[in-house]
């Protein structure tokens, strides 16, 4: 659980020339990014500044703090949906920024996904979804209940597509070069004719990029939430 002194504590200046909090979590969030949050360490983030680990813990108290200025520094990096006094549009735009950010560390949606985050950019970025659903209902309990599914969508949607990019990594073959690897078994199964739905997806069936599947999909869930608020 995120120690609230993470917020408050005064921290000392850097000295002259020295990393500063501000450098110190760039150089975290950029490790994680590229080789994943397991990566993170208070002495490869020293190293990686020219610095000493024990400097680095005159302005960070350990690595859960570190983490816990990472996801805040990540939530402030986009300016905040501006209103359009129209619910539909305002919460989309809650999703596709929420949506980018995640896109942009790969990392950071694992670590939205329990507790919330309660850094300044954090409380922020939640005023401002919250600002958005309230539009759709007064009632905050509902309004909550509506984002957390807004949210839960864009969760899950980001999660498939970073699972499709860890197996190319992994693999080393992309979608359609393992989907082509996989013809001959697949021919076969079709051919038994046991699958006559499965058989139309292939045969049949688009293949939308993920721009235009979450687009769909978060289009589907707007059109829920405004019969279930019948508005």
Known sequence: MTDPSVWTRQRPEPRRRAPGVDQYVAVALAVADTEGLDAVSMRRVAGDLGSGTATLYRYITNRDELVDLMIDAAQGEDALPESSQGWRA???????????????????????????SLGPNSLRRSEAALRAAVTLTPDITRAAQALGA????????????????????????TKEQWQHSLGPYITKVLAAGEHPMLARRVHEADEPDPDVDFTFGLECLLDGLATRFDR
């Open 90 to 116: 305002d919460l989309a735009a809650v999703a596709h920024s929420l949506r980018a950010t995640l896109l942009r560390h790969p990392w950071l949606a694992a670590e939205l996904a329990g507790r919330p």
């Open 150 to 173: 807004v949210r839960a969508f864009v969760l899950g949607s980001v999660a498939d597509q970073q699972a499709d990019r860890r197996a190319e990594q992994r693999s080393g073959l």
